[in-house]
């Protein structure tokens, strides 16, 4: 999140005036790239994926953030854009096994974005960041300046 708001110096009088604003940053960011990849589950029937037959049993591996990039879904999905009310990702997983901290997570990382634009004034990102990882990503290093 703090990686592509940066980015965006243009956004930051909107992130600090609304905390409805806040709340589509968090969303957005979710949506854009969430931290986890990977899902293990076991098959319980035999099952055809996309032509592809999987019996009962089986140990398999869902990516569901892919569907946050979904282009039917959601317009020129590789761009974090503040306008995008992206309502449908699915970055705390599916069904019943939704993440049980999807809510606090929220919470979080909408104070974390009000506590650090307002408190580190024209925070900004002084060298380029890169998301890397598998299964948890995120970008391992996020340099930045402020003035004092
Ligand atoms: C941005 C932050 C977070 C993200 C992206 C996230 C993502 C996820 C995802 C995708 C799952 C589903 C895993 C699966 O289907 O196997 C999950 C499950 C879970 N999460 Fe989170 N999570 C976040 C924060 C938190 C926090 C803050 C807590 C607790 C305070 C939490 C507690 C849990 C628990 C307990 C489950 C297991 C739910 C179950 O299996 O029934 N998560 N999370």
Wanted: with cysteine; aromatic share 6%.
């Amino acid at each position: 999140m703090m990686m592509a708001v940066l980015d965006q110096p243009a956004i930051h009088p909107r992130l600090l005036a609304h905390a409805e604003e806040r709340k589509w940053a968090v969303e957005e960011s979710l949506r854009w790239s969430a931290a986890t990849t990977s899902e293990p589950r076991m098959t319980l029937k035999d099952v055809i994926v996309s032509g592809v037959e999987i019996p009962a049993g089986e140990v398999v591996s869902l990516c569901p953030p892919i569907g946050n990039r979904d282009p039917s879904v959601f317009t020129d999905p590789d761009r974090w854009d503040l306008d995008r009310r992206p309502g449908e990702h699915v970055a705390f997983g599916l069904g019943p096994h939704l993440c049980l901290g999807a809510f606090l997570a929220r919470e979080e990382l909408a104070v974390a974005l009000e506590v650090l634009l307002r408190r580190l004034p024209n925070l900004r990102l002084s060298r380029p960041a890169v998301i890397t990882g598998a299964m948890l990503r995120g970008p391992r290093s996020l340099w930045v300046q402020w003035d004092t």
